[in-house]
């Protein structure tokens, strides 16, 4: 099970820090990812960390903007986001992925939902004034 908290209504340059409950499969093991779609939109691939959390990557969109993180004692996945626009308001979805095919880094950048392991019901941002 995946359980996303800390959606909700931020202006314009804000910040929000959701997390990611997990359980029910051994979560250190798991590659990890954050997936938005916004409505009206097809999905698209946020960031992604490998299993130990040494590894990252991020949508070009996001970058320098968004943190990825875990917290593997925890069971816990992060995702920081600050300077927030207009443009990430979506509703995220924390994923998980077996690590078995995934590339070097460890961590996948897949955009469809169907394409990972396991998924939350999501979490509603939306950045306005």
């Known amino acids: 099970q995946l359980l996303e908290s800390g959606g909700g209504l931020v202006q314009p340059g804000g910040s929000l820090r959701l997390s990611c409950a997990v359980s029910?499969?051994?979560?250190?093991?798991?590659?990890m990812s954050w997936v938005r779609q916004a409505l009206g939109k097809g999905p698209e691939w946020v960031s992604g960390?490998?299993?130990?959390?040494?590894?990252?990557n991020y949508a070009d969109s996001v970058k320098g903007r968004f943190t990825i993180s875990r917290d593997n004692a925890k069971s816990t996945l992060y995702l920081q986001m600050n300077s927030m626009k207009p443009e990430d308001t979506a509703k995220y979805y924390c994923?998980?992925?077996?690590?078995?095919?995934?590339?070097?880094?460890?961590?996948?950048?897949?955009?469809?939902?169907?394409?990972?392991?396991?998924w939350g019901q999501g979490t509603q941002v939306t950045v306005s004034t």
């Open positions: 994923v998980a992925k077996r690590p078995d095919g995934l590339g070097p880094g460890g961590y996948a950048e897949f955009s469809e939902l169907w394409e990972y392991d396991y």
């Open positions: 029910g499969f051994a979560f250190s093991t798991y590659a």
């Open positions: 960390i490998n299993g130990g959390g040494s590894n990252t």
